[in-house]
């Protein structure tokens, strides 16, 4: 069996666990690349279904063509999809943008408080209508007790400790130095009321293997992605102010893959141009713990 | 595609694991550019000297402790093969995360520090090593440079760890002498010790040989789950699982253990579109069968005419406990084994073994927190596993306490309990079942509902059969085929070549009226009716019967009186006799909403 298959079936067989095992599953989609991977996983672990919604925190500063693309595909694989926001932060401009918050504070307001609170059910969720054409508010209100998150443990130093499936409390704090044991593909799938689960299928895989698999599923991606002749192109995706395209020539999956390997990007860390990750030496990890993907 | 490569590096607290990893990284141009730079720039601004390790403790609370709490892991390849190199910490306090770290590797590198000499988890993590399955092992003699690199402490610790390794069956173990500090014998034979003629750490890791997958053993495959997305537009009914040995194919006549019956494999699915002929072991696949029979998660599903896996319910298994309370005979716990999970108790300590120094206390009769235990256990109800010997995938097992995976282990025997022999009646029943061509499944869509066995138990009262007779009423009224039977007519028809004294019934006689009402229930069942029987001090032993006969069709017990000292598990309990009309509405609406509901 080769890498991808390997890497493949692991997280087919995480997926259906956390399926089996959690009443109120739900699976975060970023649009990026790697929670898109996720996605295709699940419809082949489902066999072209999505038996639980997917998840959006939309921070309304989002790059347009990620909101598009998310809707596009929602339509076209009649997906079950949610997003969640922080009215409140929007409303009273309490945002980065607006120049009332700085990048961390900003993120945290965004995307973690957002996400807690689209999680635990307190904050209206909106759920795309497949016959209206349209987002509603969701009349379910109860609390994910297992989210399915596209994290992989190359991404950053804090990444690299994380379980497949992770326990959360309350609060969606992480407590890094005492996490339960796994092993021999057995998960912790009990936990207490008022906590929750986050599984992570895509732990052992790399960026490269994000593309390769790409290439050789055929997945649909957002064309931010490549270059379209700028000579510039997206890395990583997230907010339009905080995330800044590299210079590249990269136009599809398999120059991307090349320049994974052997160009340029071989040694240069995947998220160095997200902007908030370099404001303070462990900004990234303290959000983490508080829920931040 | 380049083949790809777990390896685990273990060994005592700062013996040293996490410079060695470090040293392995930056001499061969492993890390991402800048890395190093930037841990050296950190280490400059906070005044401490740079080490190796720290490009590994990519956590502040790690940072502050200067010890590793968690395996993390790092990327590296070499021309032959790409490495994830897990870094299992060494202190005692985060033993669970040796073994989370240790238990996927396929080859380990034991690290033990030059100076300090063998230590207590040096030998700890040699012992879960080999019970955890790593069968390929290293040692590294590290800090060579803290000892002027000496050959005879080098030979002096080989010897003495290669006879404890020798105790646990770890045989020709290689060992290296490095120091990771220095950089000798890492990347590049070392120039301070010409006499090491040997393997480099870089050399030897491509010399690990690559487990094939079991693909020529028979078959093994757990149930993880059944799919039905009828409401999503899909009729297939869909078992999935991950093939743990051997190979699926098309057309294959698979029996499900541990209830013995059979179907055949009509196509293995797959997505986007197609079909496969065949899916190997470690492969995620589902499949349909040609003749349709009730398989859930936990069975375990094996091809016609291979090698029958275990039943049972007793068991001779080793364990590891990593729990903060002490496993304990007087306690319920969960077992996990392949996609089963059932109730567990511990029956008997054999043997506590010290895992540090491998002494040994027969006398001990709990299993405390970082012991390993020889021991008997017992399942609330047969399950189907493998014994470690035939098939190591599917004897492994966790033990979950509260919600926590407090241990883990493998199962080295069966042991006959009660009801082992009517098991193998049942299954060899559901081998030579001669069935119709109207499927359970089919029932059960046409009459809008599953079927299942309502028992109800409790000390011998006549409003027990009342309560049982509302149920089937209340149960007609809601469009349920159901039927009630009840123990007095099964006396007078079905039972009356039995001889039934006036002052009670013997022993024997009980249990084949039990067993007779259990083969009864199974016909119900399968004609797709719910059926509600009262027994009076229904004991744990009958309704294990019961359950052994009908399975995996829902059993709901409900227990009416006094349940003090009654060991049946039951779905629910009305301790007075005197049921209120909001018992029987619980009771209706656990029956409607999860026994029966489709």
């Excluded at chain 1, 904050?123 to 609390?143: I, L």
């Excluded at chain 2, 402490?153 to 290669?162: D, G, L, M």
């Amino acid at each position: 069996m080769d890498q991808l298959t390997q890497l493949e079936s692991l997280s087919i067989h995480i997926l259906r666990e956390a399926y089996a095992n959690f009443r109120n599953l739900c699976m975060l989609w970023s649009i990026g690349k790697d929670s898109t991977v996720l996605l295709w996983l699940a419809r082949k672990a489902f066999y072209g279904h999505v038996p639980f919604p997917l998840v959006h925190i939309d921070t309304h500063f989002k790059i347009p063509e990620m909101i598009k693309y998310r809707d596009r595909l929602t339509r076209e694989w009649k997906l079950p999809m949610l997003y969640g926001e922080n009215k409140a932060a929007l409303n009273t401009k309490q945002t980065f943008p607006d120049g009332n918050a700085d990048r961390i504070t900003c993120c945290r307001l965004l995307k973690a408080e957002a996400l807690k609170n689209t999680l635990n059910g307190k904050w209206p969720r909106y759920r795309f209508n497949h016959k209206a054409g349209k987002y509603q508010v969701d009349e379910n209100t109860e609390a994910f007790t297992g989210v399915i998150v596209g994290v992989r443990s190359d991404e950053e130093g804090s990444r690299s400790k994380e379980r497949y499936f992770s326990p959360r409390d309350g609060e969606n704090s992480w407590d890094v130095g005492d996490q339960p044991p796994e092993f021999w593909n057995q998960f912790k799938t009990d936990f207490a009321p008022g906590t929750h689960v986050r599984v992570h299928p895509l732990l052992d895989w790399t960026e490269t293997n994000i593309w390769e698999y790409i290439e050789r599923e055929s997945i649909p991606t957002v064309s931010l992605y490549y270059d379209q002749g700028s000579g510039r192109r997206y890395r990583s995706l997230g907010c339009g102010p905080c995330t800044h395209p590299v210079e590249s020539t990269a136009k599809n999956v398999r120059e991307i893959i090349e320049e994974l390997q052997s160009g340029k990007f071989a040694n240069i860390a995947e998220r160095s141009g997200r902007a908030q990750d370099k404001e303070d030496g462990g900004g990234l990890e303290t959000l983490r713990r508080e829920g931040y993907m | 595609m380049a083949e790809q490569m777990n390896v685990v590096i273990t060994g005592h607290v700062d013996h040293g694991k996490s410079t060695v990893i470090g040293r392995l990284m930056a001499d061969t141009g492993s890390l991402p550019d800048g890395k190093l730079d930037q841990v050296k720039a950190l280490c400059q601004r906070t005044s401490k000297p740079f080490e190796y390790a720290f490009l590994l403790d990519a956590l502040k609370d790690e940072q502050s402790q200067g010890i590793t709490i968690d395996a993390a892991r790092v990327f590296f390849k070499t021309r032959k093969r790409h490495y994830i190199i897990i870094d299992a910490p060494g202190h005692i306090e985060f033993l669970k995360n040796m073994v989370t770290g240790a238990a996927r590797a396929e080859a380990a590198f034991l690290c033990i520090d030059a100076n300090e000499g063998i230590q207590e988890n040096s030998r700890r993590h040699g012992y879960l090593l080999s019970m955890l399955g790593v069968r390929q092992i290293c040692v590294l003699v590290n800090k060579m440079d803290l000892v002027h690199y000496d050959m005879r402490v080098y030979k002096t610790v080989v010897r003495k760890f290669s006879r404890f390794l020798r105790g646990i069956n770890l045989r020709e173990v290689p060992f290296i002498p490095v120091s990771g500090m220095q950089g000798d014998n890492i990347v590049s034979p070392s120039e301070a010790m010409p006499w090491w003629k040997g393997h480099t750490v870089l050399s030897l890791i491509d010399t690990f040989r690559k487990e094939s997958a079991p693909l020529d053993l028979p078959l093994r495959l757990p149930v993880q789950d059944v799919y039905k997305f009828t409401a999503l537009g899909d009729d297939r009914r869909i078992i999935a699982g991950t093939v743990a040995a051997g190979t699926l194919r098309k057309g294959d006549e698979l029996v499900f253990y541990p209830s013995g019956k059979k179907s055949h494999v009509a196509a293995i699915e797959n997505f986007p579109e197609g079909t496969m002929e065949s899916a190997a072991a470690g492969m995620s696949a589902g499949f349909t069968l040609s003749e349709q029979i009730y398989v859930k998660r936990g069975d375990l599903a094996v091809r016609t005419g291979e090698k029958k896996p275990q039943t049972g319910n007793l068991m001779r298994v080793n364990l590891f406990w990593l729990g903060r309370e002490a496993l304990r005979r007087d306690k319920d716990y969960f077992l996990k084994v392949g996609t089963e999970r059932v109730r567990m108790r511990l029956v008997d300590t054999n043997k506590v073994i010290d895992a540090s120094s491998l002494n040994s206390d027969g006398m001990k009769k709990m299993v405390e927190r970082h012991d390993v235990a020889d021991c008997v256990i017992a399942v609330q109800r047969p399950i189907a596993f493998d014994l470690v010997e035939d098939f190591p995938q599917t004897s492994r097992f966790v033990i979950i306490d509260g919600y926590e995976i407090a241990g883990g282990g493998i199962i080295r025997e069966v042991l006959r309990d009660k009801n082992a022999e009517y098991r193998d009646r049942v299954m060899n029943r559901n081998l030579k079942w001669d069935m119709g061509n109207i499927t359970r499944f089919s029932r059960s869509e046409r009459y809008g509902h599953k079927s299942a066995l309502v028992l109800v138990g409790g000390p011998e009262d006549k409003r027990k059969i009342a309560f049982a007779k509302t149920i089937e009423e209340k149960l007609f009224e809601s469009d349920i085929k159901v039927y009630y039977l009840g123990i007095e007519s099964m006396m007078a028809g079905l039972d009356s070549d039995m001889a039934i004294k006036r002052d009670g019934i013997s022993p024997d006689d009980r249990d084949e009226m039990i067993r007779r009402l259990a083969e009864l229930s199974n016909i119900f069942v399968d004609a797709g009716i719910v059926m509600v029987a009262a027994v009076p001090n229904l004991s744990w032993e009958e309704q294990e019967t019961i359950l052994t006969s009908i399975s995996p069709v829902q059993v709901i017990t409900i227990w009416i009186g006094c349940s003090g000292d009654s060991s049946v598990n039951t779905d629910y309990v009305i301790e007075n006799p005197e049921y209120s009309e909001k018992d029987m509405e619980a009771a209706m609406e656990m029956i409607l909403n999860k026994g029966i509901s489709l």
